[in-house]
C-alpha cells in the first residue's frame, strides 16, 4: 500500500476517526478486509476496510479494545479489552460482534493466534499470577501462570520456530516464551 498523508484525498470517514485512539489492526487475506480496534470512542470502536484506504466504523461497546487478530482456521476475529464487563469480542465478518468473558477481569493487551496449535493466547498488564490466558474457539478461555507479573504489551506466534513470545515494558525479565502457550 502507498504511504498517504491524512490529509492527501483519501477518504477516512467521518473525522470523528481523528478523535479515536486506535490501538490495533490486523488484516483476514480470507475476507480481504483490515480490522482495527480502538480504546476510545462512543459505540464505534471498531473500523473495517477493504482497501486500507477507505475505513467504516462498526457499533461496539465501550470498553477499551487494545488487540485484534484474526485466524483463518476458525474464521473469526478476536479482540481483548482492559476494561469492561466482557473483554473479549469475536466476529466472523468483522462487521457485527459479540462478547464474551475473559478468563479474569484484567487489562488484556494483545492477543495472537496460533494455527499449528489451534490456540489463541492474550496478556495482560494486570492480574496476580494470572495474566496469560488461552483458548481453542475464542469464546471460553482458561486462565495460565504467568512466570511474573510484568506489564505485558504484545504477544506473537513464530510459526518458524514455533513457539509464543511476550514482552512486557516493566519487570525484572521482561521477555517470557512457550511452546504451547500453557508452559511459560
Known amino acids: 500500500f502507498p504511504s498517504h498523508d491524512i490529509n492527501d484525498g483519501i477518504t477516512w470517514g467521518p ?27 462512543t459505540f464505534n470502536r471498531v473500523a473495517i476496510s477493504y482497501d486500507g484506504t477507505i475505513w467504516n466504523q462498526q457499533e461496539t461497546n465501550n470498553n477499551n479494545w487494545n488487540s485484534v487478530c484474526w485466524s483463518s482456521e476458525l474464521q473469526l476475529f478476536v479482540a481483548v479489552a482492559s476494561s469492561g464487563t466482557n473483554r473479549v469480542m469475536t466476529s466472523s ?31 495482560a498488564s494486570s492480574g496476580t499470577g494470572n495474566r496469560i490466558m488461552t483458548s481453542s474457539n475464542g469464546i471460553n478461555w482458561t486462565s495460565r501462570s504467568s512466570p511474573e507479573d510484568n506489564n505485558w504489551k504484545c504477544v506473537i506466534w513464530v510459526p518458524e520456530l514455533r513457539v509464543f513470545a511476550s514482552v512486557a515494558s516493566s519487570g525484572t525479565n521482561r521477555l517470557m516464551y512457550s511452546f504451547n502457550g500453557v508452559n511459560w
Open 15 to 41: 473525522r470523528m476517526y481523528n478523535n479515536i485512539n486506535w490501538k490495533s489492526v490486523c488484516w483476514s487475506s480470507d475476507l480481504m478486509m483490515f480490522v482495527a480496534v480502538a480504546d476510545s470512542g
Open 93 to 123: 465478518n468483522g462487521i457485527n460482534w459479540t462478547t464474551y468473558s475473559a478468563a479474569s477481569n484484567l487489562d488484556w493487551t494483545s492477543v495472537c493466534w496460533s494455527p499449528e496449535l489451534g490456540l489463541f493466547v492474550a496478556v
